[in-house]
């Protein structure tokens, strides 16, 4: 095998990947961080994205591209209408109820996608798309907009988190949630920014996964595992480790078809997740313990 064959067959494929499965990891590590609990119906939210902007696309023919800051917005409407109507009133509650309750959560979502866009896979694009040809590297446009606008989100996000007010209200909730409201802090809103921001990052996955393959109702259920093993790989809490690990994961699971069967991929981002919560909880960016 030579280097280019290595790089256009699995690295190349591996960071498109990763970049996916990065996006959705930023979400749960600041569900995990400002909320402290593991949310499992985070795949389907991704699953929901990407269908909504495949309507905005059969439905008024846009780009996938143009489609993608509506399915954002409807999609972190969607996780905010489900955090107050099936997980406030958990709040007080032990965690591990929200969590049992995200898992039915991630059912019904799934749920409403199989009744209203069926079981069939669909596409935003139909025919070939060929890559394109850049020094012996064979990229397809769609795999450098992936890696563009994950870059562009994440580091978008970092600024809103170091800059703003209500960023460094997230960061406080974050670090000490009790010390941060006898500062004054509206949780509240800390809550509803942190889902609204979690829930564009999950139609961002699940819509960028929709235009590198394909749409299919179970796509983000398939993805849940490797987002967690990103965000625990990285550092629970720590946006740049969810980025580290997802990427991570995905350039993993793109190499291990060389010892490995390609339906043996999951076991990887399985075999990342067991590793870490055994040798090193805290993840390569030392986040909080899951």
């Given amino acids: 095998m030579s280097i280019l064959d290595f790089l256009n ?9 990763g970049s996916i499965y990065a996006l959705g990891a930023v979400g749960i590590t600041l569900i995990f961080a400002i909320l402290r609990y593991a949310h499992l119906a985070h795949g389907d939210l991704a699953t929901l994205g990407a269908f909504l902007a495949f309507a905005v696309v059969t439905g008024f023919g846009l ?5 993608l800051p509506i399915a954002m917005i409807l999609t972190a409407g969607v996780a ?14 032990p965690k591990i109820v929200t969590v049992m309750a995200s898992l039915g959560i991630a059912l019904m979502v799934r749920s409403v996608v199989q009744v ?24 397809k446009d769609r795999e450098i907009y992936t890696v563009v606008f994950m870059l562009a989100l994440v580091g978008g996000l970092q600024l809103f988190l170091a800059r ?22 509206d949780n509240k809103k800390v809550v509803i920014l942190t889902w609204v921001i979690a829930g564009g990052l999950c139609a961002a996955s699940g819509v960028f996964l929709g235009i590198n393959t394909e749409l299919k109702s179970m796509m983000g ?15 629970v809490g720590r946006v740049e480790g969810a980025v580290l690990g997802g990427l991570i994961v995905g350039i993993a699971e793109e190499l291990s078809v060389l010892v490995l069967p390609s339906e043996y991929k999951a076991a990887m981002a399985f075999a990342i997740l067991l590793f870490m919560l055994l040798v090193r909880p805290t993840g390569l960016l030392r986040g909080k313990v899951l």
Avoid at 80 to 93: A, C, N, Q, S, W
């Fill in 9 to 17: 067959f699995y690295l190349i494929p591996g960071v498109v990947l």
């Fill in 63 to 67: 780009s996938p591209l143009a489609a």
């Fill in 80 to 93: 905010v209408g489900i955090d107050k109507v099936f997980y406030e009133h958990l709040r007080e509650r």
């Fill in 116 to 139: 209203v866009w069926g079981v069939d896979a669909e596409s935003y694009v139909r025919g070939i798309v060929r890559p394109e040809n850049y020094f012996g590297l064979r990229i």
């Fill in 164 to 185: 703003s007010k209500w960023g460094k209200a997230m960061r406080a909730m974050s670090d000490n949630p009790n010390l941060a409201l006898l500062s004054g802090i």
């Fill in 221 to 235: 259920w398939h993805m849940l595992l490797p987002m967690f093993a990103g965000a625990i790989l990285g550092g």
